[in-house]
């Protein structure tokens, strides 16, 4: 018995990797995807990266004016992510199973989790941009609305994981529905909330970057403004003070959530 258990395991994993270079197959000849012309490129564009993209002395002057810049990115990645859990928190609350008010508000806040979710950030700026303009508060609008999505459907998971015996507990003492989730609710789904947050500042900082590019502000703007002037000497400075900020915020993040869970 456990040898057939374990020929049946090996056939699937067999017929699961066929599956898979199958469809690949197929999409490279769709796509019309040269597998061994791209491995040739590999080459090139690792001489032209070690070529152009170093940091000259010179370009250290301009650091300054990049870090205000990478400011305005993360200052704007915090608030869309603080105003956007709070609404989440709302919305959880409606749309989840434990503590959703009546049927229609669950419907209603599960429609915006996916409505808003599924969208991706890059074409809500995009969308945005054509009613705000090039300004912060397009870049702002379009990290809230793919924020607000994404938290406000893993408050709702979150919500619906808790244990019910406390829920339970003070709905047969009569307790109001306000006393109920500060006291019952709130404690238990706190910590994994609060790790969510955390979560999406560090993808909306990175978000950002490139939302930055389409709307014109912050560290994406001042990425694509050398870019496009073949100043790739301040283009590796912008690039590498991105990376060490998005090292310093994971590793304070991941600090955080140890404490907190």
Do not use: C
């Amino acid at each position: 018995m456990k040898e057939k258990t374990i020929r049946k395991s090996r056939w699937m994993t067999t017929i699961a990797f066929i599956i898979i270079i199958g469809v690949t197959y197929f999409s490279a000849v769709i796509t019309d995807f040269n597998f061994i012309e791209g491995a040739l490129t590999f080459p090139a564009a690792i001489s032209w990266i070690a070529s152009n993209l170093w940091i000259t002395a010179e370009t250290w002057e301009r650091l300054p004016a990049i870090l205000t810049k990478l400011n305005e990115t993360i200052f704007m990645s915090i608030a869309a992510t603080t105003l956007a859990a709070v609404i989440s928190l709302f919305l959880g609350l409606m749309g989840s199973q434990t503590t959703k008010v009546n049927n229609i508000f669950s419907v209603i806040a599960r429609f915006i989790a996916s409505f808003s979710r599924n969208i991706p950030v890059v074409a809500w700026s995009l969308i945005l941009l054509i009613s705000f303009g090039q300004n912060s508060l397009t870049g702002f609008l379009a990290l809230f609305v793919g924020t607000l999505g994404f938290l406000t459907r893993a408050f709702i998971e979150t919500i619906d994981e808790a244990e019910h015996s406390a829920v339970e507990a003070l709905q047969a003492t009569g307790a109001t529905y306000s006393h109920i989730v500060s006291k019952a609710v709130l404690p238990q789904s706190l910590p994994q909330m609060l790790s969510w947050i955390l979560f999406m500042i560090e993808t909306n900082i990175r978000s950002a970057t490139l939302v930055g590019i389409l709307t014109g502000t912050g560290i994406g703007y001042t990425f694509d403004m050398y870019y496009k002037s073949l100043n790739y000497n301040a283009v590796a400075l912008v690039t590498f003070t991105i990376v060490i900020t998005v090292i310093i915020i994971e590793l304070i993040s991941n600090r955080i959530r140890k404490v907190i869970l």
